[in-house]
């Protein structure tokens, strides 16, 4: 006899990237907002447990942007981004359990906090955490504080590039590399406040330190995001533990 207690419900993680809450994407917002909510009530529906972990997008911006002009302190600054990415993650934790989802009233703080509540809700909603990293990083940490074996990065470009595709048109997509080759583009070193990139070098080097595979990919596209959580082949980078 199977004890109830004893199945563990698979757990996904996912960064919803700053970039998907930028004002470039705020016409398809609402229907991108609607599909999310449709997808955790699938997740929900079918045993699955979920821990998003929001990024800052406009209000990170715009409030870095502000504070800059009276401060330039790193740490000082990326604690205003970490508010802002506290304020996106309210806005969709009440969206879910505006339509009955099981998701924390609490947005946690830490990622261990966060997988403590992944035992007792089914969806559990988060910003960021401590200056020095972006909320790639956290879900990196997430993913090893909740023993997932992956983290999928939703991000606003399609595939993790050989070189920075904003400043080399030439740059060529990258379907799938190992966390070595890719710490190798991205650097180890950490970004600064506001600062953007395909993935954060910092979620590259916890996810080595951890082992923990990722699948990079364009989060607008709600139905390539649930391709690579079903593990079935997706658009986007998958990223190797080796
Ligand atoms: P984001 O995670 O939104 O970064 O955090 P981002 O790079 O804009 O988004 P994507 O993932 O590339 O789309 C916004 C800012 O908040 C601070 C940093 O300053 C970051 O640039 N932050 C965020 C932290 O310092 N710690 C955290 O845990 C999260």
């Given amino acids: 006899m199977v004890d109830i207690h004893a199945v563990v419900m698979p757990t996904h993680i996912i960064a919803l990237g700053g970039s998907l809450l930028r004002p470039e994407e705020a016409e398809q917002r609402p229907i991108w907002f609607g599909q999310l909510r449709q997808m955790a009530v699938h997740f929900e529906g079918n045993g699955r447990k979920l821990g998003i972990v929001v990024g800052g997008g406009l209000p990170a911006r715009e409030g870095i942007t502000l504070a800059r002009a009276s401060f330039t302190d790193s740490y000082r600054l990326d604690n205003v981004g970490i508010a802002a990415t506290r304020l996106n993650a309210t806005i969709l934790q009440q969206s879910l359990l505006d339509i009955g989802c099981d998701v924390s009233p609490v947005i946690p703080t830490t990622t261990i906090e966060a997988a ?90 916890w996810a080595m330190q951890a082992s923990i595979r990722l699948a990079v990919l364009d989060g607008r596209d709600l139905s390539g995001l649930e391709d690579a959580l079903e593990g079935r082949p997706f658009v986007g980078t998958l990223v190797k533990v080796e």
Avoid: F, Q, W, Y
């Fill in 116 to 205: 403590e509540l992944l035992n007792s809700h089914n969806i559990v909603i988060m910003g960021g955490t401590t200056p020095g990293h972006t909320t790639d990083a956290v879900a990196v940490a997430l993913a090893r504080d909740s023993s997932a074996s992956h983290c999928v990065i939703a991000t606003n470009v399609s595939h993790v590039h050989d070189s920075d595709p904003r400043s080399n048109p030439e740059a060529k997509p990258i379907e799938e590399i190992t966390l070595g080759e890719l710490a190798e583009i991205t650097g180890t070193e950490a970004l600064g406040p506001g600062e953007s990139a395909a993935v954060d070098p910092i979620a590259v080097k």
